[in-house]
């Protein structure tokens, strides 16, 4: 059964579910449980009487009324993206406009406020909010206010004029309320004409308060992808998230993949594959250089497309922005670093050899710890169970170091020579003080080491594709129950 529950005029209830019910029929020999009346039989025949099924009804979910009427008699905006169509929203917002009234809703999952904006553009800044934030202390569910957003600050209108409360409800963990906005307001100096001018559409939920108005948007953001007059009935689309995407499948892809793979290479695998160039260079050496550069391109064209994208610092409260872009630079001014080095044997070889191993592996270290921070930005949508696949690749990664580090031991108690573990007065194997012998042969262990670098080929590219999937085509849960439904 679906119930709607009603406390006063400004607090109620609805689409509420009880337990399944089940409906059976009574047995039909004795008519006296239908009827309720006691009655005396004679004993009837030995027959077996006729199977009568029983029948379970269940009780139907009803469709949320938010969604009713949209595209038909009213807007509606949701978050995330195409959410609408499941009726899944974690937030949505509807404008009806019937004369010159236009009533508002606005709903949040897991919320302590649901917040809709008009803006002149698709970013934050300049707009006038409309908040449905908890509030005990007027005896209500949530009530609405008026706010003003002020580049990426939000401040409570000092006049609250223009808008005006209908009803609101907190269930389950959603706040819902339901206003009118005047057709005219004047908000910070500003005016909003609703019936003349267009407007882009910001949805935003929040778990917490402040006192003066809304915190910041740690459950959802969402922007229209394009500005409408309200009094025209559409559906809003979300805007493009394309920049956003390709800027977190470019970071993995260097830093998870190529990154991590030409650091391999270049501990371990100096002495492997002796006598087969590549390009005129020790194999390990030109592999390694060609997936450096590959970081370097991934990590400056993604820094670029983020800035492309946001147009200012990023106002979440997150130091994923901070380590990004430290890690930018130090990406940045490593390859170029590389060009200067020492000739080998030179007195300074070892103090360049030192410094490219520090500032390589302290971008590494920095890059995959503002990765996991990636994990807690909104804007990127992603579960919080891709920590876990971070955590999966960070341990197979240091136990492939220790791995390789414990053959490469093994290796050099075979030759008077050390092989594997880099030594700083030297970058390669061709330019190290090995024999003769030593350097037209493979170290001992080689094959070992082969068959542990294809093992790490293998399981770095899964996590990749993985992850820049997971990152692509956020979020993934409701696009994997899309495609299932499909």
Known sequence: ????????????????????????????????????????????????????PEIEVKAAATDDPIYSGCGSTKSCFGAPDQCLDTKSCTAVTTVQVEGDRYTFEVKGRGAGYAAVALSDDSKMGDDSVMECARDSAQNRPANVY?????????????????????????VNGEVYCRFTRDVVTNISGKIYDLEKNKYYLLLAVGSSLRAAGVSFHDVIYEASSDGYILSEIVTFASVSKLLLRLHGAFMIAAWIGAASVGILLARYFKQTWVGKPFCGKDQWFAWHRLLMLLVWSLTIAAFVLIFVELKSWSSEDNPHAILGTVTTLLAFFQPIGALFRPHPGSRRRPIFNWLHWLLGNMAHILAIVTIFFAIELSKAQLPEWTTWILVVYVAFHVAMHFVLSVVGCASERTTSSRVNSFPMSDRTSSRSPLSDTDRRTDAPLSCFRKLLLALYLVVIIVLTVVLILIVVLAPIEETWEKFRGT
Do not use: C, H, M
């Open 1 to 52: 059964f679906s119930a709607t529950f009603v406390q006063d005029y400004s607090t109620f209830w609805i689409g509420v579910l009880s337990d399944k019910v089940e409906v059976a029929k009574r047995s039909v020999d004795n008519p006296a449980q239908s009827t309720g009346i006691s009655t005396t039989r004679a004993p009837k025949t030995s027959t077996v009487p006729a199977y009568i």
């Open 146 to 170: 008026l706010s003003y957003n002020t580049d990426k600050t939000n401040a409570r209108s000092s006049s609250q004029r223009g808008i005006s409360f209908i009803n609101s409800s907190y």
